[in-house]
């Protein structure tokens, strides 16, 4: 029990920082598009990762070290073009919650953005494979910890995801996704130049 309540709220510590995942989860749930697909992709990633560090994969960022640049500099590249995104609808505005449940994204585009924004983002491989992975070499049952670190990553994707319809009113107004946009387009910038700077 130690184990288990050790991983998950690591993991919950770690996941509920805003970065892009979380940004992306928001918007679907405040969009109520495609919810349930976003919030389980995001949370299948997780877990896919937080298994391969606590079962000892991590040695393989230093077993080859170019690894690791190369997935930093093309969560840059992709970061600062999503965060330009954002940055472009917070510019032109006109979205509100109403509007937004007709148009969007396909299932297909949301998913492989998911996708992308997941498995391109070094931070994620940082606090998976490395952090969360290490720690789990403290705890004699290392599955326990991991189950926790697991199910704290899908319990906030889908309480994110459909706790944003809560915020309903508030983006009923165009105003309040500009904000939300530009919002996350400098979240989008920060990481990549704190990538560049590290």
């Known amino acids: 029990m130690q184990a288990l309540s050790a991983g998950f709220l690591l993991s919950l510590s770690l996941i509920v920082a805003i970065g892009a995942q979380n940004a992306l989860v928001l918007r679907q749930g405040l969009r109520r598009q495609f919810v349930f697909a976003v919030c389980l992709t995001c949370a299948l990633s997780d877990a896919i990762l937080i298994a391969a560090g606590v ?3 991590g040695w393989v960022a230093n077993a080859a070290p170019w690894i690791a640049p190369m997935f930093r500099y093309g969560g840059v590249v992709f970061l600062i073009w999503y ?5 472009r609808a917070a510019i032109r505005g006109g979205e509100a919650l109403a509007e ?5 994204s396909s299932l297909k585009k949301v998913v492989l ?3 992308a924004i997941t498995w391109l983002n070094p931070h994620v491989y940082l606090d998976t494979l490395v952090l969360l992975g290490s720690v ?3 705890y004699e049952n290392r599955l326990a910890f991991g ?11 889908f309480v994110l995801g459909y706790g ?4 309903g009113p508030v983006f009923a107004q165009p105003n309040a996704w500009r904000v939300l946009d530009a919002g996350v387009a400098l979240t989008m910038w920060v990481i990549a130049i704190g990538l560049l700077i590290e």
């Open 113 to 115: 953005t998911s996708l």
């Open 55 to 57: 079962s000892g994969f």
């Open 136 to 138: 789990s070499t403290g």
């Open 164 to 167: 944003a319809r809560l915020l």
């Open 83 to 87: 965060g330009f995104l954002n940055a």
């Open 100 to 104: 937004s449940k007709e148009q969007g």
């Open 147 to 157: 189950t926790g670190a697991v199910t704290a990553s899908f319990m906030f994707f």
